[in-house]
């Protein structure tokens, strides 16, 4: 039996995952094609999902990676977001997707979008594998999401628990949560 039976349950299985990051692969492809493109990654949690997104844009790009805090872990958000990891190089005037996990109440994302703009980007977008809209106390605009999701606390493929459970290769409940 698997590790984490006990305490997950399944809500997006690997295929339908995968399945969906190469459909949104196809779209970025597609909707970049004859720019530059830089991927932004939220650390940590959204690292799994770039690495199979980025896999699935046929198109040359960079990679950089931003470290937010706003969880203390747990389950319930602090409200207060600052950048504990910036990117390596100036972001001016470059073509900036921001890779997150998931768009929850939404105050990361704003935060984060509102430090990226003031570095003048030719442009900015957002993909989120997953978004929360029951929680949201922002409205952010997701380009390329991938799915929509109740209120329930998921883990896996880079979501985590108490820093557990990033390594599922699915997207599961924690039961009981
Ligand atoms: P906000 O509320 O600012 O939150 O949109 C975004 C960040 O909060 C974390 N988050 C979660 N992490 N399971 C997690 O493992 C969840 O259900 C969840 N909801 C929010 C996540 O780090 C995200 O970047
Ligand atoms: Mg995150």
Redo the contacts with the bound molecule.
């Keep these: 039996m698997p590790f984490y039976e006990k305490e997950v349950g399944t809500l997006l299985d690997e295929k339908k995952v995968q399945a969906r990051v190469r459909e949104l692969g196809a779209e970025i492809t597609r909707d970049y094609q004859g720019s530059d493109l830089t991927l932004v990654c939220?650390l940590k949690?959204?690292t799994f999902f770039a690495m199979d997104l980025a896999r699935a844009i046929d198109l040359p790009l960079e990679m950089e990676f931003l470290g937010?805090s706003?969880?203390q872990g747990g389950?319930e958000?602090t409200g207060e977001?600052r950048i504990t990891t910036d990117v390596s190089k100036p972001m001016a005037g470059k073509h900036l997707l921001v890779i997150?996990?998931?768009?929850?109440?939404?105050?990361?994302?704003?935060f984060l979008l509102e430090s990226l703009r003031a570095r003048h980007p030719a442009s900015l977008k957002v993909a989120s594998l997953?978004e929360?809209p029951s929680?949201a106390?922002t409205k952010i605009q997701i380009d390329y999401k991938g799915f929509v999701i109740d209120d329930?606390?998921?883990?896996g493929y880079g979501?985590?628990?108490g820093e557990k459970y990033r390594n599922l290769p699915f997207i599961g409940v924690m039961k009981g949560k």
């Design positions: 939220v949690g959204s937010v706003s969880y389950t958000t977001v997150e996990d998931i768009i929850d109440t939404g105050l990361t994302m704003s997953l929360k929680r106390r329930v606390f998921v883990v979501l985590d628990y």
